[in-house]
């Protein structure tokens, strides 16, 4: 006997209410059933962990592609490990999520039936407890939800699958000389260690956090090295200029010497020449 998804709601704490059944319910209902399948969701979350490879790749790729989209005259909202309600399908959270083209404020969760959309990108990193659940089960669903590219990164593996939806169906995207390009994102995603490095089709990589902390720091030791130049010319220069002063309160201490010494010399002539006087 098949059940229904409004029965399966009642058994599956984590399945979204059909669109029909969510515009039958209340503002004040509609809330509570959100509340209720995001705390599903957590107390899910909170019985996997997690391990630093996958939050260091799935944090490193959130921020990179946040600053990328940044100043680039199209919103992009992207977020990480946030509750996605789809109509009529069990909640999940993407490591990885993105969608343009809307607000980008702070949300709690992404409820395709109020935000009116669904998501434009996905990625998911796999891991031992999740792999097959990411390649089968979300593959299946992302599909069938329409979400128009996904990605699957195993860091462990150090590989990369890309999936775009052509004609309802996820068609793998062939890499190009190790990468593959997402037309989404208008980048290009390619394997490096354990994170995935994104780069802009003439070649040009989007650098991480810890590379711009780099040049960061290399440019203000080399500020500090132009300074230190700076700062040493000037004490040469000012030692330099306390020479030319000695030297020339030198001078002019022996042109006083020199001076006193005439005049007493003239002195002494004028007293001999009066004594030459005297005696004619």
């Known amino acids: 006997m098949s059940i229904s998804v409004e029965n399966s709601q009642e058994i599956d704490p984590l399945m979204v209410p059909t669109r029909e059944a969510w515009e039958n319910m209340s503002p004040v209902e509609r809330r509570q059933k959100e509340m209720s399948i995001i705390a599903a969701l957590e107390q899910e979350s909170s019985l996997m962990g997690e391990t630093t490879i996958h939050f260091e790749s799935r944090a490193s790729a959130t ?79 992302y599909m069938r939800i329409e979400i128009p590219e996904y990605f699957i990164f195993d860091p462990d593996l150090f590989s990369l699958k890309g999936y775009r939806l052509i004609q309802q169906i996820y068609q793998e995207i062939p890499p190009e000389d190790g990468k593959i390009f997402s037309q989404i994102l208008g980048l290009y995603l390619k394997v490096e260690a354990d994170k995935l490095r994104f780069s802009v089709p003439d070649g040009l990589e989007v650098p991480f956090a810890y590379e711009l902390v780099e040049q960061l720091n290399q440019k203000l030791l080399h500020k500090e090295r132009i300074i230190e130049d700076y700062a040493r010319d000037l004490d040469e220069e000012y030692q330099r200029a306390e020479d030319e002063k000695q030297r020339a309160e030198d001078e002019k201490q022996r042109a006083e010497a020199e001076k006193q010494r005439a005049d007493k010399a003239e002195a002494e002539l004028q007293r001999l020449r009066q004594l030459l006087d005297l005696k004619k």
């Open 63 to 141: 921020e990179v592609l946040r600053r990328f989209f940044q100043g680039k005259g199209r919103t992009a909202f992207i977020a990480s490990d946030l509750h996605t309600l789809y109509p009529g399908e069990r909640a999940f959270y993407p490591d990885l999520l993105v969608v343009f083209d809307v607000e980008t404020h702070h949300r709690r969760s992404w409820n395709v039936m109020r935000e009116g959309r669904g998501l434009d990108f996905a990625l998911e990193i796999l891991s031992r407890e999740t792999r097959r659940k990411d390649r089968v089960e979300k593959l299946n669903l």
